[in-house]
């Protein structure tokens, strides 16, 4: 069986997807936790643009592209978010990674 | 007539609003609670008396609602229905005068009435449920309502009763829930009226409908406190005075056996429970319960807690009637429900006021009481000579019938459990009232609070004195149109009308 | 007949967004702005409801583009009914704000400004999000909304911006990150197989494939995060208890039922033709284990909001309950009906709880389970609140959640399934445990009463009405059956299921 371009294409997405997941599940780090995410948001990028392949004759099909680009957009908002959360945890608590729940009483407000 | 069907709900309505409005008023505002909470149990009173003539003469009583399919909320007035009603909210009225002067200047007390109100709602909304649906919800709001009351003093005891407590209502309640699921997923919605309804699946589904009746009895056991299922109900006395009078004459207890009556009148069908042979197990179970509870009250020095020993024996007499059949039986055991209820919170209400002015709680404290409160003490002696089963009062009239139903249905054997009861319950009586009335006091009473003029405060007198009277009256007048024992007859007929 | 010039569907959306570009704007007025925005919700969900009980279902294409090609919005008996959750859980909780971030006059007030601010515009946001996720009749459209809900309910959990809340943001945020490239990986498969993104096409198409199965699972993961169903449910305890309260409240009722409202989208609508015998089980078995695991965790805790951050993950648990139960071709329409109550009765019952938490937070400045006595004479309203919420929660009458139990019962008796009835029966029992463990401090009555700090008025009471909404929903719980009805799925509601 020989692989044609666009299944090469969705099983390397695939397999990008699935490094980023094995990095994001076990560094502890933040910076490389939210890379991890970008690295598999990639991959599932490359996954849907390999979609878009409808044979060499006709023109790729435009709305894999466009659920893409709405993909980065949604990757960077959430990439910020995660990177300011980050620095707010860094100077509260001087540490990039996720400690477990301290058990202080709460104040509130 | 749009006023007839909403009645049921209005009476349920008139103490909730009640309970409502007085949980949220402000503790100071004694003069106005008090009002409130007369002023709720008189028309309610009103209300239930419409409700009587009406039964009496063929009115139906019905109003219902749909809470998805196949699940009704339904309230109906039968003539079952009216004796509890009846008696819960005469009794309720009682209990408010009495319990306004025993909790006279403690804590909570919005609280207290209001949860109080609360739980006499429940209470008539499980006389006057038409269906198993509607009654399992009234069940629940009881076993919630009385929590708060169970756990009043605020206590470490106190809180570990009422866990337990709840752990065992809870309990059954959830069995109950069940067990009513598995039966309407058999035969569909089960409606109070239709008696026999499920002899038609009679072949098709007898393990199941025999497994169904052990899980209603299990499940209503809790509450009435059938032998095993009973120890929640003397530890349930760290509860202030009219609360355990409340449970142990109206509410809790009353309403589980309420609960096996209405299963096997009007869910099973009484015919068709016999035929099941289901009956002769809970005869036993009742039978035991009462030797084991009466066994357990001799042995209780704790006033309030042989008085409840007293209950867990006297509630299995009304299970007893239920369970043997034939018209006599269910004669007794319906009209104990209303027998044992007045005599029981005689009692209760006695020991309250004893507690209250005196400070006496042992049974071996009360020599000579008689003589420092002698109108409680009347009270209490009549109530404690009605248990025992004395002619005319009423507690004869139940075992009366009890005995002939039980000749009658061929358990000569019962009639042994009936003469040991009440041989029990002289023994654990009598002597209190001897040592009252006879004994020559030695020792100052244990905490003594002086009241200028009279005995006790007249509110903690006036409500014992009254519901003893009755157990005079509705023994003496047994024959008479709106007695118990009349309106049992009428219900009786009923039931085994052709 | 489909009344497309006069829908209501797209303001549902468009009302919220406007909030938030308003409330950020203007901050001065926010809290108003908020709470017009949240009126004018509330009309448009009475519209929409009136719409679609008296023409069906309906379709609202976004500029006129219609499926395939454009992006659908679709209005069912099952989204209209969880729009109605979310305005009446959301006007009760913009009600809540109100006292929760009051306006702060003087400068001094520095934070609580800041909260204020960011509260309004990101709620309004989180609105739009969740009005969407369930008017969307389109996959992509469903992760762009998750992501919407899901980032500014992040934000919304670090307002409260203590050591505790931002790590616990933090570690929602990139779960559920992950969980959305799962679903959008899920999506680019579906999308190759069938060349479609809506829901009602994929209905259509969709057959039993390789890719098929892959795509749903992937998706179904990403879902089972999002939801926090055991066993993956880890994120949510800290998130939600570490929260601002009106936060927990909104992420405990509403947040969490966006991603099991498109599981049930997927399972029950588009890909309702596979054989999903064994996904059932699976289901089923995780939530039984979850509605135990969670109560008995909750039983455990010693601070008040966790323990009700962690009923939800027991509660999430009775949802998971559908899958098996709603699929028999007699009771299954009971067993769809009970989950359906029992998410709003969970979603009443929890914001109440929530919220009289908050204010038992706010006035003894500790939730610490074990030194609450004395609460009840302080707060009473706040105490009764938990105490009818905690009968929801315990489903007992009358309560909405004791109707949705009711049902889920019915229909496990009725078809043997007594694994679920006992499975039930046990989260029922830790229930009532985890209840009176709170409830019973609140009767204890030490002489001295400890210090507190007032609770505005407006806390109190809207936490007293929305129990008192919990606990009564089973007296009109007939009411929105003729709504779940429309469009239900065919197996689970024969007659009607192929719509008016």
């Given amino acids: ?109 | 007539m749009i006023f007839n069907d909403w009645l049921p709900a209005l009476i349920v309505i008139s103490s909730l609003v009640t309970g409502v409005v007085i949980f949220f008023l402000e503790e100071e505002r004694a003069r106005l609670r008090m009002g409130l909470n007369l002023a709720g149990a008189i028309i309610k009173l009103v209300m239930v008396g419409v409700l009587l003539w009406g039964v009496f003469h063929d009115g139906v009583y019905e109003m219902g609602f749909s809470m998805g399919t196949n699940l009704r909320f339904v309230l109906r007035a039968d003539s079952l229905s009216v004796l509890f009603v009846t008696l819960s909210s005469l009794l309720w009225f009682v209990t408010t005068i009495y319990a306004v002067g025993y909790m006279e200047g403690s804590r909570n007390r919005s609280r207290f009435f209001g949860v109080f109100s609360l739980c006499v709602s429940a209470t008539t909304g499980i006389a006057m449920a038409g269906n198993l649906l509607t009654f399992l919800v009234f069940y629940e709001i009881l076993t919630l309502s009385t929590y708060p009351l169970v756990v009043h003093k605020g206590t470490q005891e106190a809180l570990r009763v009422g866990r337990i407590y709840l752990g065992y209502t809870l309990g059954g309640g959830m069995l109950l829930l069940v067990t009513i699921i598995w039966l309407q997923s058999i035969v569909g919605p089960v409606d109070f009226q239709e008696v026999g309804a499920l002899a038609a699946h009679a072949s098709e589904y007898r393990f199941e409908l025999t497994a169904i009746f052990a899980m209603f009895i299990v499940g209503l056991g809790v509450k009435s406190a059938l032998f095993p299922l009973h120890s929640w109900l003397p530890m349930a006395m760290v509860a202030p005075a009219p609360v355990s009078a409340l449970l142990h004459a109206v509410a809790v207890v009353k309403a589980g056996v309420f609960g096996i009556v209405r299963v096997v009148y009007d869910v099973f069908g009484i015919g068709f429970a016999n035929e099941l042979g289901v009956l002769t197990p809970l005869s036993w179970a009742a039978a035991f319960t009462i030797i084991y509870g009466s066994m357990r009250a001799l042995f209780q020095e704790d006033l309030k807690r042989r008085l409840a020993f007293s209950t867990v024996s006297q509630v299995s007499y009304i299970v007893l009637g239920t369970s043997v059949f034939g018209p006599l039986a269910t004669l007794g055991g319906l009209a104990h429900l209303v027998h044992q209820g007045l005599m029981k919170i005689t009692l209760f209400f006695c020991a309250g006021t004893f507690a209250e002015t005196l400070g006496v709680h042992k049974v071996n404290e009360m020599d000579g009481v008689g003589k420092r409160m002698p109108w409680t003490t009347s009270a209490f002696t009549v109530a404690a000579l009605g248990m025992i089963g004395l002619p005319p009062l009423a507690g004869f009239y139940s075992k009366w019938y009890l005995g002939l139903g039980a000749l009658e249905a061929g358990r000569g054997e019962l009639i042994g459990v009936l003469l040991g009861s009440s041989l029990l319950n002289a023994m654990y009586f009598l002597p209190i009232v001897y040592a009252v009335w006879f004994k020559k006091r030695r020792d100052p009473w244990p905490q003594e609070r002086k009241h200028k003029g009279f005995e006790a405060p007249w509110m903690l007198v006036i409500p014992p004195v009254v519901t003893a009277a009755s157990v005079i009256l509705v023994g003496v007048f047994a024959n008479s149109s709106f007695s118990p024992l009349q309106w049992a007859q009428l219900i009786v007929e009923r039931i085994y009308a052709p | 007949m489909n009344p497309e010039f006069l829908s209501w569907i797209p303001w549902l959306v468009v009302f919220p967004l406007m909030g938030a570009i308003v409330t950020f704007t203007f901050p001065r007025i926010a809290t108003w702005a908020g709470l017009f925005t949240g009126v004018l919700i509330l009309v448009a969900t009475v519209g929409l409801v009136a719409q679609t009980l008296a023409y069906g279902a309906n379709t609202y294409s976004l500029g006129g583009w219609g499926a395939p090609l454009g992006i659908d919005f679709r209005v069912d008996g099952l989204s209209a009914w969880m729009l109605v959750i979310s305005a009446v859980v959301g006007a009760c909780v913009s009600l809540y704000a109100i006292g929760y971030f009051p306006p702060g006059s003087k400068a001094s007030d520095e934070e609580k400004n800041h909260k204020r601010r960011y509260f309004w515009p990101l709620w309004m946001f989180l609105w739009a999000g969740l009005n969407g996720l369930f008017l969307s009749n389109d996959i992509f459209n469903l992760y762009i909304t998750l992501e919407m809900v899901g980032f500014s309910a992040v934000a919304l959990v670090a307002l409260a911006n203590s050591r505790n809340a931002l790590t616990a943001a933090m570690r929602y945020l990139l779960v559920g990150l992950m969980g959305s490239l799962f679903f959008l990986l899920g999506v680019a498969f579906l999308y190759g197989t069938y060349g479609t993104l809506d829901l009602t096409l994929l209905g259509e198409r969709s057959r039993a494939n390789m890719a098929t199965w892959v795509a749903i699972s992937l998706m179904t993961a990403g879902l089972i995060v999002k939801t926090a169903a055991f066993p993956l449910h880890f994120w949510l305890p800290p998130a939600h208890s570490n929260a601002p309260t009106p936060v927990s409240a909104l992420l405990s009722a509403l947040v969490t039922k966006g991603p099991f409202y498109i599981l049930l989208r997927l399972w029950f609508f588009s890909f309702a033709s596979l054989d999903t015998t064994y996904a059932d089980y699976l289901f089923g078995a995780l939530g039984a284990m979850g509605l135990i695991w969670g109560a008995a965790h909750a039983l455990r805790q010693s601070r008040l909001k966790l323990l009700v951050a962690y009923s939800t993950v027991a509660q999430l648990g009775y949802l998971f309950l559908v899958f098996p139960l709603a699929r028999a071709e007699e009771t299954g329409f009971t067993a769809w009906t009970g989950v359906l109550l029992f998410l709003a009765a969970h979603a009443l019952a929890k914001t109440a709880m929530f919220m009289a938490a908050g204010n038992i937070l706010q006035a003894l400045g500790h939730d610490t389970i074990s030194r609450l006595a004395g609460i009840s004479r302080l707060l009473p309203k706040s105490v009764f609140a938990l105490a009818l919420a905690g009968v929801s929660l315990m489903g007992l009458p009358p309560s909405g959640g004791f109707i949705g139990k009711w049902l889920l019962l019915d229909a496990a008796i009725s078809q043997g399934r007594w694994w679920i009835v006992i499975a039930v029966l046990c989260g029922t029992a830790l229930a009532i445990g985890y209840v009176v463990r709170v409830i019973r401090f609140a009767f204890e009555d030490p002489i001295d009463l400890p210090q507190v700090k007032s609770v505005s008025a407006v806390m109190e009471w809207t936490a007293l009405a929305t129990a008192l909404l919990a606990s009564l929903m089973a007296l009109a719980s007939s009411l929105p059956l003729d709504l779940i009805t429309i469009d239900a799925p065919a197996h689970v509601w024969p007659e009607v299921g192929v719509g008016p």
């Fill in chain 1, 1 to 109: 069986m020989s692989l044609d371009p666009e299944t090469l294409y969705a099983l390397t997405g695939c397999g990008i997807f699935l490094i980023g997941l094995y990095s994001f599940s076990i560094y502890p780090h933040l910076i490389r936790k939210i890379l991890a995410l970008n690295i598999a948001g990639a991959g599932v990028y490359l996954v849907l643009a390999s979609m878009a392949y409808q044979g060499k004759e006709t023109v790729a099909d435009p709305v894999p592209h466009a659920m893409v680009l709405t993909g980065i957009v949604v990757a960077v908002a959430g990439t910020a978010l995660a990177l300011a959360l980050a620095g707010r945890i860094s100077s509260e608590t001087g540490k990039v990674d996720l400690e477990e729940p301290q058990d202080i009483e709460k104040e509130d407000e």
